[in-house]
C-alpha cells in the first residue's frame, strides 16, 4: 500500500484515540500505524491471543501469541527501533494491538480501496457488474458484488434482487447509465430473459447486456467432465500432488 493510502488509513483511526500517547510526534505514529496496516493486510487469518502488550526480549514466548505478534518481533529483531521504542513503551489501555483494531485497520482499508474502485468505474464511463449469491458464517443469505462488499437480504425473488442490486451500486454513488454488463450464475432467478433479475435491470437500463459468468460456466464444464472416469482420476491425481 502507498505511503499515501497509509496515512488515509491514520486519518480514519477516528475511534483508537490516539491522543492518549502524546509524547510521540505524528511522523513516530504514522510509523507505526503503517506497520500495522502492512502486517494486518500480511495476517488477514488472525491468529489467537493477538491481544496485549508484545515482548520485547530475545526469547520467544512460550506460548503462542498469534501471527500478529510475532511479525512485529521479528521486525523489531530486524531493527526497526520506532517500533521497538513504541512497544517498549506503550500504554496497557493503548497497544492498538487488540482483534478489534486489527479488524478495524482491515475495515478501513477495504473502504479506501472500495472508494478507489467507484473512482475508476465512474471515471471509465462503462462497467459490468459481476453478482453472486452466498451465505455468511452464520447462514444469512448475501449478494456479492464482486470487488465491491457483500449485501445482506432476505427476499430471493428477482425483483428485490434486483432492486437490491441497483440500490447498492447506487449507494455508493456509481452512476448505473453507465452499466453496460451484467454477469451471474445459471440460476433461474438470474438469467431468465422475461422475468429475471438480468431482465429487470435491463428494462431501466438498457446497455446493461446479460452474460452468463466465464467462471461459473468453466465450474459446471469441469463438474461435468467429471462424469468421464479418466478426467476424475486426472483431476484427483492433480489434487493430490498439491495438496
Known amino acids: 500500500m502507498h505511503i499515501n493510502k497509509k496515512k488515509a488509513v491514520y486519518e480514519n483511526l477516528t475511534d483508537l484515540t490516539l491522543s492518549k500517547i502524546s509524547f510521540f510526534k505524528y511522523s513516530h505514529i504514522i510509523h507505526v500505524i503503517n506497520e500495522y496496516v502492512s502486517y494486518v493486510l500480511l495476517v488477514r487469518d488472525l491468529g489467537t491471543n493477538d491481544s496485549g502488550p508484545v515482548s520485547v526480549t530475545d526469547k520467544e514466548p512460550v506460548t503462542n501469541e498469534g501471527n500478529f505478534k510475532a511479525i512485529l518481533r521479528m521486525r523489531m529483531k530486524c531493527g526497526d527501533t520506532k517500533l521497538l521504542k513504541y512497544c517498549e513503551n506503550m500504554?496497557?489501555?493503548?497497544?492498538?494491538i487488540s482483534a478489534k483494531v486489527q479488524n478495524d485497520l482491515i475495515s478501513i482499508c477495504g473502504k479506501i480501496i472500495q472508494k478507489e474502485i467507484v473512482k475508476c468505474l465512474n471515471e471509465a464511463k462503462v462497467f459490468s457488474v459481476l453478482v453472486d449469491k452466498t451465505s455468511d458464517i452464520s447462514g444469512h443469505e448475501q449478494?456479492?458484488?464482486?470487488?465491491?462488499?457483500?449485501?445482506?437480504?432476505?427476499n430471493t425473488t428477482a425483483q428485490p434482487l434486483a432492486d437490491?442490486?441497483?440500490?447498492?451500486?447506487?449507494?455508493?454513488?456509481?452512476?448505473?447509465?453507465?452499466?453496460?454488463?451484467?454477469?451471474?450464475?445459471?440460476?433461474?432467478?438470474?438469467?431468465?430473459a422475461f422475468n429475471g433479475v438480468q431482465a429487470i435491470i435491463r428494462k431501466s437500463?438498457?446497455?446493461?447486456?446479460?452474460?452468463?459468468?466465464?467462471?461459473h460456466s468453466l465450474n459446471l464444464a469441469l463438474c461435468h467432465s467429471c462424469n468421464v472416469p479418466s478426467i476424475r482420476n486426472c483431476i484427483g491425481l492433480q489434487q493430490s500432488k498439491i495438496f
Do not use: E, W
Open 91 to 96: 500504554a496497557l489501555n493503548a497497544t492498538y
Open 205 to 215: 437500463f438498457p446497455r446493461a447486456l446479460f452474460v452468463h459468468c466465464s467462471s
Open 143 to 154: 449478494l456479492s458484488l464482486y470487488f465491491l462488499g457483500f449485501v445482506k437480504f432476505d
Open 164 to 192: 437490491t442490486i441497483i440500490a447498492s451500486l447506487k449507494n455508493l454513488d456509481i452512476d448505473c447509465n453507465n452499466m453496460v454488463g451484467q454477469g451471474y450464475d445459471g440460476a433461474a432467478v438470474m438469467k431468465c
